[in-house]
């Protein structure tokens, strides 16, 4: 399965929230996007899910234009929004189902996914649950649950792992890593270490504009020989670039993105995702 975007833009009266973005997305791939909030990464989802449509160019699905023949996409695709919306009366198990139907799922197969899902997603208890009193975290958990019915090719994720705890992060990205093998799954996030150790590529948005597209590996270059670490007693002013400061017994430990040394006592070391991602949108 192949998705190619040509030239995609969108504007609101004023506004461009995207500006000719092309990629060309394969199965077998799960996409990490990335950007600062308002870069255009939200806008960029609702299009590939057909809920809006570009102001300019083209999204094609095997050659096909979706925004032409928008069921194309819509029969393929699992999509999480950045807010879950749910019925507050509702169990978590009626809402499911509730969803499957929806999706045309006979009972039987409904059935089996949702109680396969549960279980990954250690919700096996709480299917008598009324949507209403679900922590946020629950209501995250069974959103992408949603998402996921119905064996969609696409999976389309906006802030997955919002509300969620380390161990429930763990198990999502685990999950969506595992059926990107024959999947285009596209997550979107601003928290690096949720794509750190599953991303085969990287979208990189800023001002709407695609400012990197490539591997994680080949990101992480680009802030090489530009992260350093040292400490001071103090914090100075307008210092720019910093990927974390802990306060150690002997001051504070800076670790700094900077084209130039920023400190005499500063020592080179090994960039991450994380520097590589605060390197490119400073720049």
């Known amino acids: 399965m192949k998705l ?8 609101y009266r004023d506004k461009t929230a995207i500006q000719n973005i092309s990629a060309e997305l394969h199965s077998g791939q799960l996409i990490g996007l990335i950007g600062k909030n308002g870069a255009g990464k939200t806008t960029l989802l609702k299009l590939l899910s057909t809920i809006i449509k570009p102001t300019n160019g083209r999204i094609l699905l095997d050659g096909q234009d979706i925004v032409k023949n928008p069921d194309i996409m819509r029969s393929t695709v699992g999509y999480l929004p950045q807010e879950v919306f749910a019925y507050p009366n509702l169990t978590v198990l009626e809402y499911l189902f509730y969803i499957a139907s929806v999706k045309g799922m006979g009972r039987k197969e409904a059935e089996k996914q949702i109680n396969a899902f ?3 997603f250690h919700l096996e208890n709480a299917g008598n649950k ?3 009193d679900c922590s946020g975290g629950m209501k995250q958990r069974t959103g992408i649950i949603c998402a996921l019915l119905g064996n ?13 705890d380390p161990e429930e992060r763990i198990a999502v990205r685990n999950i969506l890593s595992g059926l990107s093998k024959e999947r285009i799954v596209i997550l979107s996030t601003h928290i690096v270490s949720d794509i750190e150790a599953v991303s085969s590529r990287i979208l990189m948005l800023q001002h709407g504009n695609l400012v990197f597209d490539d591997s994680p590996e080949k990101l992480i270059l680009k802030a090489k020989g530009y992260v350093w670490e040292y400490t001071l007693p103090s914090l100075r002013k307008n210092m720019k670039g910093i990927s974390s400061m ?8 800076i670790r700094q993105v900077s084209r130039e040394k920023p400190d005499n006592e500063a020592v080179s070391v090994n ?7 605060l390197f490119v949108l400073e720049e």
């Open 152 to 164: 969609p090719q696409i999976i389309i994720v906006d802030e997955p792992t919002v509300g969620l």
């Open 118 to 120: 549960l279980a990954d």
């Open 130 to 132: 009324r949507m209403g």
């Open 271 to 277: 960039s991450t995702l994380e520097d590589a991602c």
């Open 4 to 11: 190619v975007l040509e030239n995609v833009t969108k504007k």
């Open 246 to 253: 802990v306060q150690t017994e002997a001051g504070i430990h």
